[in-house]
């Protein structure tokens, strides 16, 4: 794994798992059997610390991942890696099913209107809670019509009516932005 490698989130670390050395895991991934393919990976710990570790064994339990690393075998050896990230270098991120995207993908997608009219950029997009969002910034030339500032709409299908990958652009409902920015643009 090389340091100038970006590296993706595959999974939270939660909890450790009886005696063995296994430890929980949230997956963060389409494909609960991404564990199967996983061998060297790095942990982002919570205090920022990185350590590299091989996967010795995995398996699935409803709907998590149980992992065990090759050099810790007690529940005491993983106390130190709850919640923390497990990451995989970029290259190895698993392409997704037709007409799905990765949210960093979106990032400088142009946006339209129903029409084709083209208002604005993808700044960003954000996980929250509830809804996956994204950052809008218009271009000058419909800040006027809509908002000088940059808004967060959110990513549902009464915003969003179309997403076109090859294209590189998102299809918006005109009359929804609008709801969205503020009356003094």
Known sequence: MSESEEYITVCQLMRTHGVKGYIKAMPLTHDLNR???LSDVMLKKTNGETVQLTLEDSRLANNLWLLKFKGYDTPESLTHFVNGDLMIPESERLPLP?????L?????FRVKLEDGTDIGEVLGVEELPTVNAFHIKFDPAFQNAYSSKTIL?????DCVL???GDGK?????????????????
């Open 104 to 108: 960093d993908e979106l990032e400088g």
């Open 153 to 157: 709409a959110p990513w549902i299908d």
């Open 35 to 37: 564990h199967e393919k």
């Open 98 to 102: 037709e007409g799905e995207f990765y």
């Open 162 to 164: 179309n997403v076109d």
């Open 169 to 185: 652009f998102i299809t918006c409902d005109k009359d929804y932005l609008k709801s969205l920015c503020p009356e003094e643009r």
